[in-house]
């Protein structure tokens, strides 16, 4: 695990975010969600929610909690690829090459979920 931390050179908050998020995942797996953590980092650069936040640390947010119900890889990347839509050019294709179908369908329902707004 440490080798794929160094390897994709997260900040140093960014390399223990990363190992929380990973804790039970498989080497193979913790490398997916370090790709998934760089593809955020690059695609929300410095960009805030519309209330202020910005929107890697929203998705570092969501991914340590689904990581703390101790769900799969997939639901972990999903989380922190939240807002790829909006975001990172080419998502869906990206999605589905880098990460499977499985998470480039997560994303997209999270996508959907956002755009639900209260009556």
Request: glycine residues 10%.
């Amino acid at each position: 695990m440490v080798s794929v931390v160094h390897s994709l050179q997260p900040s140093s908050g960014e390399a223990e975010t990363l190992s929380r998020l990973c804790v039970g995942l498989p080497v193979e797996a913790a490398a997916r969600a370090a790709a998934a953590l760089a593809l955020a980092r690059d695609g929300y650069g410095d960009k805030e929610l519309g209330t202020g936040e910005a929107i890697l640390q929203h998705a570092l947010g969501m991914a340590l909690i689904v990581a703390s119900l101790d769900l799969d890889a997939d639901a972990r990347i999903a989380a922190l690829l939240f807002a790829a839509s909006d975001h990172v050019p080419d998502s869906d294709e990206r999605l589905k090459v880098g990460f499977g179908d499985t998470v480039a369908g997560l994303v997209a329902g999270l996508h959907r979920l956002g755009s639900l707004r209260p009556l």
